[in-house]
């Protein structure tokens, strides 16, 4: 048993994507995200650069006693986990494009993944692909610019209409039954998303398999807080700008504070 929160952390605000599933299906737990929004976006940046970003984020979700990180990003991961798994001790959960679930529900056998340069260009991101390739067309797109425009609060603006649109249409000539959401900013998306594609494509995102993901390790490690009537806490640091997390999570029931730090 233990009662320590569960750290989260992402380039940005895409995370609480993430973060909405685990508090979701782990209420009796306690949470503290890092927002990183000063240095988003991730998947422009070079890897060692990257991989010095989640550094400086673990060691701060260290310092605030998580018993867990989830690396709620898949840039993050895809070019960083390795690393962070060698240096330190605390377990990590991370998050790749979900290419295997849609190989299983694809009948088309074409599928579509929008995720950043950065988790289209990683190593791990080739080897997941090449592992479910077999008899697959996968069309990879680039979601440049989608995620500085919901960073500065712009999802419903005629830009982000307008990148949709060029990002999405051309790959519905491919034939794709599934759309995999490779980055955790874009589950914010859906609903315009579901404009272009319509209702015969499968949007994928990873996000209830990472809270189930969660919660089997700390169960397997004996870690998840087994106080039933507990009151957990949830803090949301960001170190730029926290109107943008009051937005996003306008209808959210759970309380959490929010925290404008420089980290
Ligand atoms: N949420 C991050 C991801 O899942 C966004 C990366 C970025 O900051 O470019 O990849």
């Known amino acids: 048993m233990n009662t320590n929160p569960i750290g989260i952390f992402d380039s940005g605000v895409g995370g609480l994507s993430i973060w909405k599933e685990i508090t979701t299906l782990l209420p009796d737990e306690s949470t503290i995200y890092l ?4 240095n ?6 070079t890897q060692e650069e990257i991989i010095e970003l989640c550094i400086k984020n673990t060691e701060k979700l260290i310092s605030l006693d998580c018993k867990i990180i989830v690396v709620a990003c898949n840039t993050a991961t895809t070019n960083a986990i390795n690393i962070l798994r060698k240096k330190y001790t605390i377990p990590f959960i991370g998050i790749e494009p979900a290419i295997k679930p849609a190989r299983l529900q694809t ?13 289209l260009n990683s190593l791990l991101f080739a080897q997941t692909a090449n592992k479910y390739m077999d008899g697959i067309k996968i069309i990879e797109i680039e979601g440049k610019g989608l995620v500085s425009l919901i960073e500065t609060g712009k999802i419903h603006s005629p ?7 060029q990002y999405i249409h051309p790959i ?5 039954d599934c759309l995999v959401l490779g980055c955790t900013h874009y589950p914010f998306l859906i609903p315009q998303i579901k404009k272009i594609t319509g209702d015969t494509i499968n949007i994928i ?15 397997s490690q004996n870690t998840s807080n ?4 507990s009151s957990p806490a949830h803090k949301i ?17 759970l309380n959490f504070d929010l925290i404008l730090e420089k980290f």
């Open 226 to 229: 087994n106080i039933s009537n």
């Open 40 to 45: 988003a976006p991730y998947g422009d940046k």
């Open 237 to 253: 640091y960001s170190n730029l700008n926290t109107e943008i997390i009051k937005t996003l999570l306008n209808n959210h029931s």
């Open 35 to 38: 927002a990183d929004s000063a």
């Open 159 to 165: 830009e982000m209409t307008h990148l949709l649109y």
């Open 172 to 176: 519905l000539q491919n034939n794709i």
């Open 107 to 119: 009948k088309t056998n074409s599928i579509g993944i929008l995720a950043t340069k950065g988790t």
């Open 205 to 219: 995102d990873s996000g209830r398999a990472i809270a189930k993901q969660t919660k089997a390790i700390l169960i």
